[in-house]
């Protein structure tokens, strides 16, 4: 991942935690069974509540700093609850839909929309999970092929 990619990544889990959505660590500290975990990829084994983020599929223009990258919320629920996972994915809809400035570091958000909303199952666990992915528009830092 290029440095401002990391940095929208990382901001959007901050943001996302400071939205009431879940609990962002960029330590390794455990999160509490009772939390609901923002994480990077894959969804931990614990705790049930959990949301994955990954970034994928950029188009960037040609010569200005500007890029649109889709970004995956891989959502998962408690246990035997499939409402669960919907009151998660619901939170992060309504942080993040129409959000139309957010400054990320080196990755300035000029504005956010959700594509997609899937069901994609339950886990041995019984806990059910969705992918929600959404569109960021974004300015990135110039580059000697993207100069003002």
């Not at 990077?40 to 084994?45: D, H, I, M, R, T």
């Amino acid at each position: 991942m290029s440095d401002w990619e990391s940095d929208l990544v990382q901001g959007i889990a901050q943001y996302l935690e400071d939205q009431g959505v879940g609990s962002y660590r960029s330590d390794d500290t455990a999160y509490a069974t009772d939390e609901t975990a923002i994480v990077f990829g894959e969804l931990p084994s614990a705790p049930d509540r959990a949301i994955g983020l990954s970034l994928y599929s950029s188009t960037d223009h040609p010569v200005q700093n500007l890029s649109s990258v889709r970004l995956q919320l891989m959502c998962r629920g408690n246990a035997n609850d499939n409402l669960d996972v919907g009151a998660i994915a619901t939170a992060a809809f309504a942080a993040l839909q129409g959000v139309t400035s957010l400054d990320l570091g080196t990755a300035h958000v000029i504005q956010i929309g959700r594509v997609s909303a899937v069901p994609t199952g339950v886990d041995g666990n019984r806990r059910y999970t969705r992918a929600d992915n959404y569109q960021l528009d974004v300015n990135t830092p110039y580059s000697a092929g993207r100069t003002p």
